[in-house]
Nanobody, 122 residues
Framework: QVHLVESGGGSVQAGGSLRLSCAAS????????MAWFRQAPAEKREGVAA??????SYSDSVQGRFTISWDNAKNTLFLQMNNVKPEDTAMYYC?????????????????WGQGTQVTVSS
């Protein structure tokens, strides 16, 4: 059974950095696509970054600022967020799924964490 727990969210000023963590049980990187999604109030959930099939993918809005990575020893997914902007403010979710084709779309991801809030002030 897959269990995902996010942590590391908080409040930060624009231009600062945060690192989100997702402790994953029942998951191995080689068997699952792992991704970070975010959702702001009244907005659709959007894919931010994914690690799947040995490759990373990023949305245009975070490319060059965010980095997704996986620590095998800790079975933990990370999202390093640099040069954050007020528009990055959202609830961030970790997700895991198998046989995912569109890794930045939420459909197909069956396993989700509870989310961690990120708030960026200008």
């Amino acid at each position: 059974q897959v269990h995902l727990v996010e942590s590391g969210g908080g409040s930060v000023q624009a231009g600062g950095s945060l690192r989100l963590s997702c402790a994953a049980s029942g998951v191995t990187e080689s068997n699952y696509a792992m991704a970070w999604f975010r959702q702001a109030p009244a907005e659709k959930r959007e894919g931010v970054a994914a690690l799947a099939y040995g490759r990373t993918s990023y949305s245009d809005s975070v490319q060059g600022r965010f980095t997704i990575s996986w620590d095998n020893a800790k079975n933990t997914l990370f999202l390093q967020m640099n040069n954050v902007k007020p528009e990055d403010t959202a609830m961030y979710y970790c997700a895991a799924g198998r046989d995912i084709i569109w890794v930045l779309r939420p459909a197909g991801f069956l396993n989700w964490g509870q989310g961690t809030q990120v708030t960026v002030s200008s």
